[in-house]
């Protein structure tokens, strides 16, 4: 497996195999990587791809300056060793400095996915995602991307970002990856006590069969959890819907104790 840290070198490396006719997988993550982002890689490998990028990068311009930047985990050996076993070809360990140089000015803004739910709760996030996003494309030449449906306002996004600026390559959202208990697999559930972890089971069971946002909430608020918002959007607009239906997703983020936990399901 190849290890990079300077874009230009994996731009280089990656834009060498796409000209050998080599098929390219990327998948973007922050790292302190676990089941759910081994199962992008393997969805990756069944796609048939050749060569297979991961990055890891916590990356500041997605984060508000009251949230866990500082503090959110991280592991570099670890999401080595975890990125070799799962059959990546190759790593991408950045830094800020070399991601975002001196007065760096430019900026990718979606404006219409990005207005509710976690856009509107944290200003600028999808701001950040965006243009992180779209450099990595620039710098991996995939011919697909893998993003996780545990975070799906980010991948509706990406998609639009995708087909609004041509970039020549596919989206592949995997399925959530969830603990045996239910709890979808996130970084941040390192943060959680034990108690909060079975608190924070409401969120899926209250998704099992969804009957109501104001049900849901009823449910969430009883389990100890503060409910940051319970959403039913269009599954490719996000336009919000009034009734659970076909073709809609519900959408959840609440906090348990002080770690926000997000988690979705689309009615089929």
């Given amino acids: 497996m190849k290890i990079f840290t300077e874009p230009k070198k994996l731009q280089k490396w990656c834009l060498a195999q796409r000209l050998a006719g080599k098929k390219i997988a990327l998948v973007p993550t922050m790292g302190y990587l676990h089941e759910g982002h081994m199962s992008l890689i393997k969805a990756a490998k069944r796609k048939g791809a050749d060569e ?10 997605q984060f508000g300056p009251n949230e866990d930047y500082e503090k959110y985990p991280r592991d570099a050996a670890a999401d080595e060793a975890k990125c070799r076993e799962a059959g990546a070809t190759a790593i991408f360990f950045p830094t800020p400095e070399n991601m975002y ?7 990718v803004n979606e404006e219409k996915l990005s207005t509710g739910l976690c856009g509107a709760r944290r200003p600028g996030h999808f701001r950040g995602v965006c243009t992180v996003v779209a450099k990595l494309f620039n710098l991996a030449h995939p011919n697909f991307a893998v993003f996780g449906q545990k975070d799906y306002q980010q991948a509706q996004i990406i998609k639009r970002m995708v087909r ?3 970039f020549d390559l596919d989206i592949v959202v995997a399925p959530i990856v969830r603990e045996k208990s239910g709890l979808a697999k996130s970084s941040r559930n390192t943060y959680l006590s034990e108690k909060e972890k079975e608190m924070a089971l409401a969120i899926s069971r209250s998704l099992k069969a969804p009957k109501s946002t104001a049900a849901i ?6 389990a100890g959890l503060k409910v940051d918002y319970v959403e039913c959007v269009d599954a490719t607009t996000l336009e919000p819907k009034k009734k659970i239906e076909k073709g809609t997703c519900v ?3 609440a906090y348990c104790g002080k770690t926000r936990l997000i988690d979705n399901k689309v009615i089929k």
């Fill in 52 to 61: 297979i990028v991961v990055s890891v990068f916590v990356n500041p311009v």
């Fill in 101 to 107: 140089l001196d007065a760096h000015s430019v900026y």
């Fill in 164 to 166: 609004d600026l041509n």
């Fill in 217 to 222: 909430t009823k449910e969430l608020t009883e």
């Fill in 251 to 253: 959408l959840i983020a």
